[in-house]
C-alpha cells in the first residue's frame, strides 16, 4: 500500500506541517518587498545564531478598521479605549511599522522595511515573547472585540494581522516561529 503525504512531511522526526511552512519569496511579494530577497537570503546563513523574525502580513487593513471603529465607538459615547500600546495614527503602513518597532528590541538593528527584524538568538525569543505580550494588551483586546463583520462565528476576520517566521539556513523557505492562538494577532 503506498503512503501519501500531501500535507504532512517528516523533518528531524517530527511531523510538519506544510501549513507551517512557506517560502520567502511569497511572503516578500505578498508585503511588496521583493527587493529584500537577497538580503534576507545572505542573513538566513547565521539563522542559528542571529535568527531573523519574518512577517508575513495579512489581515492589517481589516485590523486597522477595526481600530477605527473602535475608536468610533468610544468617541460616539460607548465604552471608552484604554491607552493604546503602539501610540499612533493609524495607516496600513505605520500600523505595520509600529508594530515592528513595539517588538524590536532597543539593542537590535533596525528593521528590514515592514517585513523582517534583526535579531540574536536571546532577541529573537524576547521579540515572540513581546509579541505575545502585546496580543493581551487591554488595547488590542477591545479592538479585536470590536472587530469586523465576520462570517465565521468567533473569529473575527481582522484577525491575524500577521504571520511569524523564522527562514531555514540556506533555503528560501520559512517556519512558523510562534504557536497559532485564538484570538491572535499572530497566525
Known amino acids: 500500500m503506498e503512503t501519501h503525504f500531501d500535507s504532512i512531511s517528516l523533518r528531524d522526526g517530527e511531523v510538519t506541517s506544510a501549513i507551517d511552512i512557506v517560502l520567502l519569496t511569497d511572503v516578500l511579494k505578498k508585503n511588496g518587498e521583493e527587493h529584500l530577497y537577497e538580503t534576507i537570503m545572505e542573513l538566513s546563513v547565521h539563522?542559528?545564531?542571529?535568527?531573523?523574525?519574518?512577517?508575513?502580513?495579512?489581515n492589517v487593513e481589516a485590523f486597522v478598521q477595526a481600530i477605527e471603529a473602535a475608536r468610533t465607538e468610544a468617541d460616539a459615547g460607548g465604552e471608552p479605549l484604554p491607552d493604546d500600546p503602539l501610540k499612533l495614527l493609524v495607516t496600513v503602513q505605520n500600523f505595520k511599522e509600529a508594530l515592528l518597532e513595539y517588538a524590536r528590541i532597543s539593542e537590535a538593528p533596525v528593521r528590514?522595511?515592514?517585513t523582517c527584524l534583526l535579531c540574536s538568538l536571546a532577541q529573537s525569543m524576547q521579540v515572540t515573547a513581546e509579541l505575545r505580550t502585546l496580543d493581551l494588551d487591554?488595547?488590542?483586546?477591545?479592538?479585536?472585540?470590536?472587530?469586523?463583520?465576520?462570517?465565521?462565528?468567533?473569529v473575527p476576520n481582522a484577525l491575524p494581522v500577521a504571520c511569524v517566521y523564522v527562514p531555514r539556513p540556506r533555503f528560501n523557505t520559512l517556519d512558523r516561529a510562534s504557536r497559532q492562538y485564538p484570538n491572535s494577532l499572530w497566525g
Do not use: H, M, Y
Open 47 to 58: 539563522v542559528e545564531e542571529a535568527p531573523l523574525v519574518i512577517f508575513g502580513w495579512q
Open 112 to 114: 528590514l522595511d515592514t
Open 138 to 154: 487591554p488595547w488590542i483586546q477591545r479592538i479585536i472585540a470590536v472587530g469586523v463583520p465576520n462570517t465565521l462565528v468567533g
